[in-house]
């Protein structure tokens, strides 16, 4: 198949979405397909909206004769009535892959009606998606009525290779000291990481350390609002900001760590939660969002309301204090990244869901 495949930007930019997509590319170009990477240029939310009326990529995917076009939900604002307009001069169908619904995140009512109102646009102009969770996809039946042919592809934890085996993981639980807590997460005000060093600058210094690994450049304006905070609080010695890592590196940060800690982060799954899992790293996240989807509250991790901060100092002190507790949890998120589907799973699934709805065999719900 010829495959065109429409994002903002370029696939090397280390977010969980991205990381999807590349690794759907890298699938499909495997089995021998031809997927051709259709970049806009990536602006505010208002600016991307011009994209549908002075944009010309419109010529060149029709001429390109793509047997599908993906695009990246992420670029919704621009691409409404470009899908269309394409749907006049073209046959293949037009296929979303929803990592995430902006107007479902919290923000102000005002600003979420906006997006609404342009992702109920865009949505009736596709012909089929993907959602990596179904959070994403209830999120997307509370915008439109689903008709369209649509599938839930996990993301999937074995990207990096872990290597660890439960005596690792115990051994790596039962290290007394401070607890090693792992934040995985680009920089930004939506992942929250301000409201949690508000909440660690009341823990005891005696009880843990934080490591921060993501992008401090996609807005360096909050990064360096974050380091403000750290050194306001006196917190440099507890906090590292390692920056964006990937590979080796990172795997190398998740061997050494023993909490995933993302209490504020709404996630649309949340990639970093089951691949800490596959180090054997409880994960504490977010009641709002698809956490509730990896993370069972008390047995592979702990599932918090954003509102109540206290219950983080509570679970923490818990899991310094009781190390047994600390082992069985590690194991059991070990146990749940096990049962999960793979990548391979995961984008094979994906592949022949497509290769039913180019062919015309698709029903309309999987």
């Not at 602006?43 to 010309?56: A, I, K, Q």
């Not at 995961?346 to 698709?362: A, K, P, Q």
């Amino acid at each position: 198949m010829r495959i065109g495949l429409i994002i903002y930007g370029s696939l090397k930019i280390r977010t969980g979405g991205y990381i999807y997509d590349q690794i759907l590319v890298k699938h499909f170009e495997r089995l021998g397909h031809k997927v051709e990477i259709i970049s806009l240029r990536e602006r505010s939310y208002s600016r991307n909206l011009f994209d549908n009326f002075f944009c010309s990529i419109n010529s060149r995917i029709i001429r390109s004769s793509f047997d599908l076009l993906l695009q990246d939900g992420l670029c919704h604002p621009s691409l409404f009535n470009i899908n269309k307009r394409l749907k006049k001069y073209s046959k293949f169908p037009i296929v979303s892959i929803f990592h995430q619904v902006l107007s479902s995140q919290p923000r102000k009512n005002w600003q979420n009606a906006i997006y609404r109102n342009v992702e109920r646009q865009y949505l009736a102009s596709v012909d089929a998606f993907i959602f990596n969770s179904k959070t994403t996809r209830e999120s997307i039946k509370d915008l439109i009525f689903l008709r369209q042919p649509h599938i839930i592809g996990y993301p999937a934890g074995d990207r990096l290779a872990s290597g660890v085996s439960i005596k690792d993981i115990k051994s790596k639980a039962q290290t007394r000291g401070p607890l090693k807590l792992l934040f995985i997460g680009n920089v930004l005000p939506n992942k929250g990481l301000h409201r949690l060093i508000d909440v660690l600058a009341l823990l005891p210094a005696e009880k843990w350390h934080l490591t921060v690994v993501g992008s401090l450049s996609m807005n360096s304006k909050y990064a360096q609002r974050i380091e403000t905070l750290i050194n306001q609080k006196k917190l440099s010695s507890q906090i590292n900001l390692i920056g964006s890592k990937n590979g080796p590196e990172l795997t190398r940060y998740f061997s050494r760590s023993q909490v995933l800690l993302m209490p504020f982060s709404h996630e649309g799954f949340g990639i970093a939660y089951i691949e800490g899992m596959a180090f054997g790293l409880p994960a504490i996240g977010s009641s709002k969002g698809a956490a509730k989807e990896i993370i069972e509250h008390g047995h592979n991790g702990f599932l918090i309301s954003p509102e109540n901060r206290a219950s983080i100092l509570k679970y923490l002190s818990q899991l310094y204090e009781d190390r047994d507790r600390l082992v069985e949890m590690s194991c059991a998120a070990f146990d749940t990244f096990e049962a999960h589907p793979k990548w391979e799973d995961t984008m094979e699934l994906i592949h022949n869901f497509l290769c039913r709805l180019v062919s015309g065999r698709c029903r309309l719900k999987l």
